[in-house]
Nanobody
């Protein structure tokens, strides 16, 4: 059974950092691309970052380039999203996603002073 579980969100001040994790199970992580999406209240879900299988490629939305870094540890079946210099407009629920329509439950990130 494929599962994706996000943890590591929270409340942080502008300019701060967070590092959400996406723990996966039920499949071999090294064979799959994992995407990070976010959805802010009243807005559509937005693709933020992509971590390609075997770390062969990383892609980022223009709004987060230079601030967010996706990484993975296939030994621990976990994908990470290091978020630095956070801004209030980064406030959203962050989800990880795998091909086949698999989503986690999301983790809330709130950037506020």
């Amino acid at each position: 059974q494929v599962r994706l579980v996000e943890t590591g969100g929270g409340l942080v001040q502008p300019g701060g950092s967070l590092r959400p994790s996406c723990e996966t199970s039920g499949f071999t992580l090294s064979l799959y691309t994992i995407n990070w999406y976010r959805q802010a209240p009243g807005k559509e879900r937005e693709l933020v970052a992509t971590s390609s299988r075997s770390d062969t490629g990383l892609n980022y939305a223009d709004s987060v380039k230079g601030r967010f870094t996706a990484s993975r540890d296939d030994r621990w079946n976990t994908v990470y999203l290091q978020m630095n210099n956070l801004k209030p407009e980064d406030t959203a629920v962050y989800y990880c996603n795998r091909a086949g329509g698999y989503w986690g439950q999301g983790t809330q990130v709130t950037v506020s002073s």
